[in-house]
């Protein structure tokens, strides 16, 4: 079975403390994942240290950054390396998350430097993709996740693009209101997993995990996660709630 994967972005949310308390919380609970589980969680970058350490010694627990520089090193104040990450046992990172590419305006071309850094450095990018509702609207959305995917990413080896995760996030349905189904999230996760066989093969497509990261909740994630091609969660403003994303750790496949 592909990886099935919880991992919480805790964005630009908690204090030091708060995020303490919320890790133990968490760990508290002593959840034993197999093999093929992992609890990510992508916290912000002062609290990497910290959350690291706490994670440390448990199998299949990891933290992640929620972004890297797609330079490697240089005159770029208030930018934080892919080579940094790994300095401080960094072993993942979020890359492309539609906040980044909206209000950051991250590009494909960019995003691409940033995947070939943290692969160079052994980090596991968490590569976000996913339409706006105005794509959506005009029945456009394969076509521009597929851009997404190729501009950024087809041009990595087999070997390497196997290394990397993957989540979809549809951003009409994330604060509009507007809800994705059960059967929207397996169809776009169906489409993504072809455009992988298509550009690579089905064996190096079916290893991939994508996630899903449009609004996942502690009553919806056993549902959404039920589908064939939903390898997990990104998790948001969920994951800011001990109780919440334990829930939803607990809801991967078996």
Known sequence: MRQQIAAANWKMNLTYQQGEQLLDTILKEDIRLDSHHQAIFAVPFPYLIMANQKL??????????????????GAYTGEVSAEQLKSIGITHCVLGHSERREYFSERNQSLAERVKLCLANDIIPI?????????????????FVETQLMESLFHFSETEIKKIIIAYEPIWAIGTGK????????????????????????????H????????VKANNAAELFSSPDVDGGLVGGASLVAADFLTIMRSLKK
Do not use: W
Request: net charge negative.
């Open 56 to 73: 440390a010694g448990k199998t299949n627990y990891f933290a992640s950054a929620q972004n890297c520089s797609d330079q490697k090193s």
């Open 127 to 143: 590569f976000c993709c996913g339409e706006t509702l105005s794509i959506r609207e005009v029945g456009a959305q394969e076509g």
């Open 179 to 206: 809800t994705a189904s059960v059967e929207q999230a397996q169809e776009m996760h169906a489409h993504i997993r072809k455009i992988f066989t298509n550009h690579y093969n089905k064996a190096t497509a079916d």
């Open 208 to 215: 991939i995990p994508i996630l899903y990261g449009g609004s």
